[in-house]
């Protein structure tokens, strides 16, 4: 098949290229050529041609870092500092059924969909996100959540399985789980929740299966500045969460730093992805620089847990791979990653940052992030069909990414692999 529209936006090195008249020609889930369409209808003949007339097509947008089994949370545990906004969403989370989980990972895929997104890194608690991402059609790589911190008893727990299982069982069951969803559009990695909520045994299990399985990791890193506080053995406001987890302040690993700790650790590679990295200092990006890790960017996400700015452009200065992330509902008002878009565009332009350096986070950035820059993230020959379409913007500014950041609100088209999963009013083809 081949689609048409007015815009067409291709790529030249990851960063966002507009085609004037463009037109994509995907065939068995793949691109099979992108260009002008006065070019390709003639070098492609005997497709089906579906005409977009009104619209920007554009690779596919990727969400690195959600928690789809998270409802609305946001208004109901804000709070004055970091750790009690994590100690609020314990709270509010004992008052949540499985029901509750499955009915948020609805709704929460049905936003994805509509805003665009066609990859997602999703990090899954409840075991309950897998099947119905796979039955809606997306892109995803799936990270399972283990927390555990108790260093007395070595126990610790992978999804709460770990405590009834033990080790060698939980490790079987994710190769299991592994083998069973690996294949399709779903990948598995693993996500030790974050350096205060993880023992350094565990980790250091964690990245022993991690290397066996070649699965990729994420992990919240230098969230808030009361994680730092907590490493570096001052009063962090962590207190009250350990108490209630059963676990000693003294667990927590003593660092200067989340990240020179977890460097230190050995757990850096390019396979892994730090979400948040707004405490970064400018000893961690030169450690994360060499280290080639990427950075899940949640600006929205930041800024209503009041953990401070991510410093964006210094990430980018130094060559590190940033994609852009919704985080979960519990600390964000939207799924969409057009708002995530539009109000990091708000907050780095002063920085020089550009429309178009938002839009190629949100698309090929994501996509190096989860490592799936070979197959996603740009509308290229040999890649897999992962498109979308917006409404072309109603005002021409001459600008045309800040133009498509102010204006568009959710896609007319979206699909994965060559299969339409959304279409929003018919256009005629
Ligand atoms: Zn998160």
Not at 72 to 97: C, D
Not at 185 to 199: D, E, F, N
Request: with cysteine.
């Amino acid at each position: 098949m081949i689609i048409t529209a007015p815009i067409l936006l291709s790529s030249h090195n990851g960063v966002p290229e507009a085609i004037e008249g463009g037109a994509i020609v995907v065939q068995r889930g793949t691109i099979l050529d992108v260009g002008a369409a006065s070019v390709i209808l003639k070098s492609h003949p005997g497709h089906r041609i579906s005409n977009l007339s009104n619209a920007v097509l554009m690779p596919g947008l990727v969400n690195v870092h959600a928690h789809l089994e998270l409802p609305e949370l946001l208004t109901k545990i804000q709070a004055a500092t970091f750790s009690e906004w994590v100690l609020n969403l314990v709270n509010a989370k004992r008052h949540l059924k499985k029901s509750d989980y499955r009915a948020a990972v609805a709704d929460n895929i049905q936003a994805l969909i509509q805003s665009g997104t066609t990859t997602v890194g999703e990090i899954c608690t409840h075991n309950i996100s897998p099947t119905l991402l796979k039955q809606a059609g997306l892109r995803a790589l799936v990270f399972r959540e283990i927390i555990g911190m108790n260093k007395l008893s070595h126990r610790a727990y992978v999804n709460m399985q770990i405590l009834r299982l033990g080790y060698a069982q939980v490790v079987n069951k994710l190769s299991e789980s592994f083998r069973r969803r690996a294949a399709g559009l779903m990948r598995l990695g693993i996500s030790p929740h974050a350096p205060y909520t993880v023992s350094r045994e565990l980790l250091t299990k964690i990245k022993k299966i991690a290397r066996m399985r070649n699965m990729r990791i994420t992990m919240h890193v230098a969230e808030s500045m009361d994680e730092v506080l907590l490493l570096q053995r001052k009063k962090s406001g962590f207190e009250k969460l350990y108490h209630r987890a059963g676990w000693d302040t003294d667990w927590a690993p003593a660092a200067d730093s989340p990240f020179g700790y977890l460097h230190d650790l050995g757990f850096f590679d390019e396979c892994f992805l730090a979400v948040h990295a707004v405490q970064a200092t400018d000893r961690d990006i030169d450690l994360m620089q060499k280290a080639d890790i990427s950075v899940a960017h949640c600006p929205r996400s930041n800024k209503e847990t009041g953990v401070g700015t991510m410093p964006l452009k210094k990430f980018l200065d130094a060559g590190i791979t940033v994609g852009l992330g919704t985080d979960s509902l519990a600390s964000s008002p939207s799924l969409s990653m057009w708002d995530e878009m539009r109000y990091a565009f708000d907050i780095h332009r002063g920085d020089g940052i550009t429309a178009r350096d938002i839009i190629g986070l949100a698309t090929f950035g994501g996509a190096t992030a989860l490592g799936m820059e070979h197959e996603v993230g740009t509308l290229e020959p040999g890649k897999k069909a992962d498109i979308i379409a917006v409404p072309l913007p109603r005002r021409d500014t001459g600008d045309l990414y800040a133009d498509l950041l102010r204006e568009t609100k959710s896609c007319i088209m979206s699909m994965v692999n060559g299969k339409m999963i959304y279409r929003r009013n018919r256009e005629k083809t």
